[in-house]
């Protein structure tokens, strides 16, 4: 009798303890919270768990999704989310679903070393082998591309059938979750056609005449293929993924319910306003897009917007420069205050960055011009997530002066969306220009004599 009432006792035991953790994650999972820890490899001393959704640069930047690793690349962070969405960490895709609790290991050099375990894992094992639309998709990057355009397609198809047999092995994730990820197969497989005369005109090095005759034989041979696959397409709700945003201005062309397409276009009119406020310090310019952000029709792309524009406001031309502390090649903690006195010429890149590297040595020009005058600095910021390909990029150019690197959370203030990027600052530490000239421009030059003088 004696060991039944301890049977039972533990029975009980564990039946409360099982119905404690049942309560604690459908509490987390009402509550919208999503819990990521684990161990990251290969990355900077801060890294974002960035937002892939359509609002992903319509909304001020935030560091609210912070990670801050320890020495041993250790971490744990917990954010709210009002529904499923999209992130990335360093190079790997996430879905992550509010009650999510993921424990993870993620190698920014290789995102398929990425190991997930916990609540929201099946999904995100998933999402490991997503391709990416920069890299053409399933074209991966020129690998898939053929001399012959119907064999690039009938590749890619392939690509895309092997993808779709993946999605329906996986377990325990969600319909939403299979209709998304169904909708992205089919958006990678258009981004894929529509790259590959692209990505066919350069693995196969042709130039002239040549690569006349293989781009108007490969868009002759796909574009039926690409209606086909677009006809019926058209869903705003898609419009949460990079890919199907990078297709969605051709989809919409084969028609479509009026209210997505709108959506669709109120999208592309808000991202093109942002990007050109961005571009402006100055406030009374600034102003002027009120009106036209008030012209959108979809709500959500009007209020991120206006939020956008209201962050831009609280900080441009005239206003005192936003300090920030960085490092420097010898590992100094050095800070933008400490130049204070000087016209501030800062150019912002990464080694990743092509059009950076390419003004570099007009960077370097620009420097040597100034060499004997004391009034004025240049400042090389690098956003570069690791310090090795940084000092090598430096060592290998012989580049001196200030060189900095710097986490891009720390530059929030300048709204660093896409570089190569500039800023100029006069003597009494106001900003003058938030998207100055590059230094390939003439218009550099002027501007900075107007400071001096």
Not at 35 to 40: E, F, H, S, Y
Not at 43 to 49: A, K, L
Not at 303 to 315: D, R
Request: aromatic share 10%; glycine share 6%.
């Amino acid at each position: 009798m004696k060991l039944n009432m301890k049977i039972i006792k533990r029975v009980a035991l564990i039946y409360c303890l099982s119905l404690f953790t049942l309560a604690s994650a459908f509490g987390q999972q009402k509550e919208g919270w999503i819990t990521v820890k684990g161990q990251l490899k290969g990355f900077s001393n801060q890294v974002e768990i960035e937002d892939l959704s359509e609002f992903q640069y319509l909304l001020p930047p935030s560091a609210e999704r912070m990670v801050i690793p320890d020495a041993e690349g250790k971490f744990s962070v917990k954010f709210k989310a009002a529904a499923p969405n999209y992130y990335r960490l360093g190079r790997n895709a996430l879905y992550l679903t509010p009650g999510d609790n993921l424990e993870v290991f993620i190698d920014k050099g290789n995102p398929k070393l990425a190991t997930f375990k916990g609540q929201g894992s099946a999904a995100n094992t998933y999402m490991m082998n997503t391709p990416f639309p920069k890299g053409g998709s399933f074209i991966e990057g020129g690998k898939y591309v053929k001399e012959i355009p119907e064999a690039t397609v009938a590749a890619v198809e392939e690509r895309a059938a092997l993808r779709t047999r993946e999605l329906a092995a996986v377990k325990n994730v969600t319909k939403e979750f299979r209709r998304l990820e169904t909708a992205r197969i089919k958006a990678d497989l258009i981004n894929s056609i529509n790259n590959g005369e692209n990505y066919g005109t350069y693995m196969f090095k042709l130039k002239g005449d040549a690569a006349k005759t293989y781009t108007e034989n490969y868009l002759k041979a796909v574009s039926l293929k690409v209606a086909t696959y677009s006809k019926g397409f058209t869903d705003a709700s898609l419009m949460k993924m990079v890919v199907y945003r990078d297709i969605a201005d051709d989809v919409i062309k084969q028609g479509g319910d009026p209210a997505d397409i709108q959506k669709i276009k109120d999208w592309y009119t808000a991202n093109t306003l942002v990007r050109e406020m961005q571009k402006v310090s100055d406030k009374q310019q600034l102003i002027t897009f009120k009106e036209k952000i008030a012209a959108l029709k979809t709500e959500s792309y009007k209020v991120a917007a206006s939020k956008m524009l209201q962050h831009l406001m609280s900080f441009g031309k005239g206003d005192t420069a936003v300090d920030f502390t960085t490092v420097d090649l010898a590992g100094n903690q050095v800070s933008l205050s400490s130049l204070n006195g000087k016209v501030i010429y800062v150019d912002i890149w990464a080694t990743w960055c092509g059009p950076c590297m390419q003004e570099m040595p007009h960077f370097e020009k620009l420097k040597l011009q100034y060499k004997d005058n004391p009034n004025v600095v240049f400042v090389s910021l690098s956003i570069d997530d690791s310090e090795k390909p940084w000092k090598q990029s430096v060592e290998s150019r012989k580049a001196d002066g200030y060189q900095w690197l710097i986490n891009r959370a720390k530059l929030q203030a300048y709204n660093i969306v896409g570089i190569p990027r500039s800023l100029l600052i006069d003597k009494d530490f106001k900003m003058v220009d938030m998207d100055a000239p590059m230094p390939s421009e003439a218009a550099a030059v002027t501007a900075i004599n107007t400071l001096l003088k």
